[in-house]
């Protein structure tokens, strides 16, 4: 990954827009969140990328870390200031998609930055309750 970091670095000082998107209206704050890519996703953040840009769903680099369970981007990001509180345009957040699709140590990462199991999502469940009904027993 030294590598691509390097090259990344290289190409951001030539002046590539670090907050160009793809088709999906991903950008590489995106990317390198939902695959786990701190190193390159510092540099993106370095050079001013926006944390809380959003594609086309409304979702952020964090809503995409989280649902990756990508612990260490989920706390990169959260440390550059992103918002844990955005909602997605289907109403969810980081912590409620890291919920209901069991992504355990993403949300033990939101918790500790202060997410809050009790809040609601757009249309009115608990967090809490989201992750009672699609948890698999233990």
């Known amino acids: ?17 670090v907050d160009s998107c793809d088709g999906d209206g991903r950008t590489a704050l995106h990317h390198a969140a939902a695959s786990g890519h701190v190193s390159i996703l510092k540099v993106i953040l370095e050079h001013g990328a926006n944390v809380d840009s959003c594609n086309g769903d409304g979702r952020t680099a964090l809503y995409h870390a989280a649902a990756s369970d990508q612990v260490g981007a989920t706390d990169a990001l959260i440390e550059a ?4 509180k955005l909602k997605s345009t ?3 957040t980081p912590l409620l998609r ?5 992504k355990r140590e993403a949300m ?5 930055h202060g997410a809050i199991a009790s809040t609601c999502d757009d249309v009115g469940q ?7 009904f699609s948890s698999t027993p233990a």
Do not use: D, P, Q
Request: charged share 15%; with cysteine.
């Open 1 to 17: 990954m030294a590598g691509h970091v390097s090259i990344l670095k290289v190409i951001l000082e030539y002046g590539a827009n």
């Open 81 to 84: 200031g992103a918002n844990i």
């Open 90 to 92: 289907e109403g969810w």
């Open 98 to 102: 890291a919920t209901i699709f069991n």
């Open 108 to 112: 033990l990462a939101l918790f500790r």
């Open 126 to 132: 608990r967090h809490c309750n989201r992750f009672a």
